[in-house]
């Protein structure tokens, strides 16, 4: 993995060369620049971290705002296979936490600025498509449109898989677990369709 800068041995503000009154050497202000330094690398750290999690966070939010099991929902003929609704919940929360790992790793192991662009564009697909998603099956009622758009869903999955694999392999195995899901989520849109269609 890259190293980020984290691990390198802090300067030591009590070590100073012999010699300090001759004008040559700032212990004050060496002792500040390792305080920013070290400051610095706390915040490069934390920043890409509480970024990821917010957009985790506000993404997660607007599916569950968006998801509405109601009477339509529950009218809908279903397979038998299909898991029980409470435990759609925490496989979402454990998906999106480990799309958040996925987003940090690749963030933090990009080592130039256009792979940096890269992942801030695939997960931002992947947020818009995964909330269109619960748009078109809960708020419009339409599990066609759905199906269709699901697509596009797996593909906002599967190419950072891709991408990512090139540099940060730990963001693209994080992402697995995803894409599983949503291949088994597809399916049973599929079978919904199957089952209830046609959709005014």
């Known amino acids: 993995m890259t190293d980020h ?4 041995t802090p300067l030591s503000c009590d070590a100073h060369p012999a010699g300090l009154g001759s004008g040559d050497h700032d ?7 390792t305080g920013i330094r070290r400051m610095t690398a ?8 509480l970024t990821a999690a917010a957009v985790a966070v506000v993404v997660g939010t607007l599916g569950g705002v968006l998801t509405d099991t109601g009477p339509w929902y529950q009218e809908l003929k279903k397979p038998s296979w ?3 609704d409470w435990l759609f919940g925490p496989a979402w929360t454990i998906i999106f936490a480990l799309a958040t790992v996925s987003a940090v790793y690749a963030w933090r192991d990009a080592q130039t600025r256009p ?3 890269w992942v801030i564009a695939l997960f931002t ?3 818009a498509c995964n909330v269109l998603w619960s748009s ?3 708020t419009l009622r339409r599990p066609d449109w759905a199906l269709i758009e699901v697509v596009l869903l797996w593909l906002s999955i599967a190419s950072p898989i891709v991408v990512f694999w090139w540099f940060a392999r730990t963001a693209s195995i994080c992402l697995l677990p995803y894409l599983a899901w949503v291949s088994f989520a597809a399916f049973l849109n ?3 369709v199957r089952l209830n269609a046609p959709f005014a």
């Open 190 to 192: 599929w079978t919904v």
């Open 5 to 8: 800068g984290l691990s390198q």
């Open 136 to 138: 078109l099956f809960f």
């Open 82 to 84: 299909q898991p029980p």
């Open 42 to 49: 706390r915040g490069s750290f934390w920043k890409p971290v």
């Open 115 to 117: 792979q940096r662009e």
């Open 125 to 127: 697909v992947n947020g």
């Open 27 to 33: 212990p004050i202000r060496a002792c500040r620049q």
